[in-house]
């Protein structure tokens, strides 16, 4: 008797991993930044980076992808849920990595953009299907950092608004579509349905 095949959505970070960051795949992930971000870029380097600790009490902090992209340091983050802490998690990453930046005795002046995306499951309707954050003041708006941006999509969100019709958010979408949905979504794509390589394992 044959072994039933599941199939795993891209929102599961090591099917995501395997598509977007493998060699001959990374025209793929610089389209998905490129639609995410609405610029172009051109990737440098990706990463899989462990945060190191700086003591033993400090949580392990995993980035999912990080990627070096013209003078942008882009890390994105697979929520497969929510809960009321994840955004802290998430702004811990970012943080983390923006510390980092800048050595002893090197000018602020030469830090670039720091940029995380969020690709979350289960946040609730109460946020926007794309929210762009700063660190900004409420009244006026002014920035009080302003290299840093966190760009977080509503999959829940996203997906009701595609099957109502609205397709501008559908490559995030297409994330979380089960097999059949992902056959429909891919035809005629230009990529040849790249989203169809979501691994399949016994």
């Not at 109502?164 to 349905?193: I, M, P, S, T």
Request: net charge positive; glycine share 4%.
């Amino acid at each position: 008797m044959q072994a039933t095949k599941i199939f795993y959505k891209t929102t599961n970070d090591s099917v995501f991993k395997a598509i977007y960051t493998a060699p001959n795949n990374r025209h793929l992930l610089k389209t998905l930044l490129e639609k995410c971000l609405k610029k172009k870029i051109e990737i440098i380097k990706v990463y899989f980076p462990e945060i190191f600790k700086k003591n033993i009490h400090i949580k392990n902090k995993t980035l999912d992808v990080l990627v070096k992209a013209d003078d942008k340091l882009i890390n994105i983050e697979l929520n497969k849920g929510y809960y009321n802490l994840l955004h802290r998690r998430n702004a811990a990453y970012i943080f983390e990595k923006y510390a980092e930046a800048t050595k002893v005795g090197e000018s602020y002046n030469k830090m670039g953009e720091f940029i995380q995306i969020n690709f979350t499951v289960g946040l609730p309707d109460s946020y926007p299907s794309l929210g762009i954050y700063t660190l900004s003041d409420k009244e006026t708006k002014k920035d009080f950092i302003d290299n840093i941006k966190i760009y977080e999509f509503n999959i829940d969100k996203i997906k009701k608004e595609c099957y109502n019709g609205n397709k501008r958010h559908d490559f995030v979408a297409a994330l979380d579509y089960e097999k059949q949905e992902l056959e429909k979504f891919c035809k005629g794509d230009k990529y040849g349905g790249f989203q169809k390589r979501s691994r399949k394992m016994k």
